[in-house]
C-alpha cells in the first residue's frame, strides 16, 4: 500500500501569510492526488485534484503542484475562513490513502 | 444536487455488529461509474477509507478491516449499507460516506458524518 506523509504537522499563520503544506507518497503517483480542507465538525471538502486542477468554487488562492512523489498545497494570502485541516491523498492505486493532516491555527 | 446523509447508532457496545446507512440523492448508483465509499475518523486523527460499491455491485474493502466489513446496496432506495462486526473501543470515530468522482478515486461528495462510540 502506498504511505502519504504531510510537513508540517501543524503551522500557526496570520490573515494574509502565505502557507505551504507538502505531502509526499512512499512510491510515485503521477499526479493522483487530491487535497481536502475539513474544519472541526464538518466533513471534508475537495479542494483540488490532479495535484494542480481546483474544484469548482474553490478560491483561486489555494494552489496544487507537484508529481511523482513530492506535492505542496499553497495558499497565498491565507483568510479567516482558511483556518482548518489539510489532507492529501494519493488517488493512484488502490486502497485510497490519506496523509496524517495539517493544522493551520492561528498565530 | 447530490446529498448525502449518515444513519446509525451512536453508542455500540464492544463484540456487537455495527450497521451504518448512507442515504443520498442527486445521482444513482445505478448509473454507469458511480461509486460510493465509507471512509471513518477516530477522534483527532486521520482520515481512513474503509470500503466502496460500484454502481456494477463491485466491492473493495480495506486490507487490515476486509473480514469485518460488508458493503451493500439498496438501489431503489438510494441506499449503501456498511456492517462491521466485532466493534472494539478502537473502532470509535466520525464514519463518513462519500461519493466518488467518475474515472477517479477523489471523493468530490460527503455525507456530514455520523459519530459511533464503542462502549460498555
Known amino acids: 500500500d502506498i504511505q502519504m506523509t504531510q510537513s508540517p504537522s501543524s503551522v500557526s499563520a496570520s490573515v494574509g501569510d502565505r502557507v505551504t503544506i507538502t505531502c509526499r507518497a512512499s512510491?510515485?503517483?503521477?499526479?493522483?492526488l487530491a487535497w481536502y480542507q475539513q474544519k472541526p465538525g464538518k466533513a471534508p471538502k475537495l479542494l483540488i485534484y490532479?495535484?494542480?486542477s481546483l474544484q469548482s468554487g474553490v478560491p483561486s488562492r489555494f494552489s496544487g503542484s507537484g508529481s511523482g512523489t513530492d506535492f505542496t498545497l499553497t495558499i497565498s494570502s491565507l483568510q479567516p475562513e482558511d483556518f482548518a485541516t489539510y489532507y492529501c491523498?494519493?488517488?493512484?492505486?488502490?486502497?485510497?490513502?490519506f496523509g496524517p493532516g495539517t493544522k493551520v491555527d492561528i498565530k | 444536487q447530490v446529498t448525502l446523509k449518515e444513519s446509525g447508532p451512536a453508542l455500540v457496545k464492544p463484540t456487537q455488529t455495527l450497521t451504518l446507512t448512507c442515504t443520498f440523492s442527486?445521482?444513482?448508483?445505478?448509473?454507469?461509474?458511480?461509486?460510493v465509499n465509507w471512509i471513518r475518523q477516530p477522534p483527532g486523527k486521520a482520515l481512513e477509507w474503509l470500503a466502496r460499491?460500484?454502481?456494477?455491485?463491485?466491492?473493495f474493502y480495506s486490507t487490515s478491516l476486509k473480514t469485518r466489513l460488508t458493503i451493500s446496496k439498496d438501489t431503489s432506495k438510494n441506499q449503501v449499507v456498511l456492517t462491521m462486526t466485532n466493534m472494539d473501543p478502537v473502532d470509535t470515530a466520525t464514519y463518513y460516506c462519500?461519493?466518488?468522482?467518475?474515472?477517479?478515486?477523489?471523493?468530490?461528495?460527503w455525507g456530514q458524518g455520523t459519530l459511533v462510540t464503542v462502549s460498555s
Open positions: 462519500a461519493r466518488m468522482i467518475v474515472g477517479a478515486t477523489i471523493f468530490d461528495y
Open positions: 442527486g445521482f444513482s448508483l445505478s448509473t454507469s461509474g458511480m461509486r
Open positions: 460499491i460500484d454502481w456494477d455491485d463491485d466491492k
Open positions: 512510491q510515485g503517483i503521477s499526479t493522483w
Open positions: 490532479a495535484a494542480s
Open positions: 491523498q494519493q488517488a493512484s492505486s488502490f486502497p485510497p490513502a
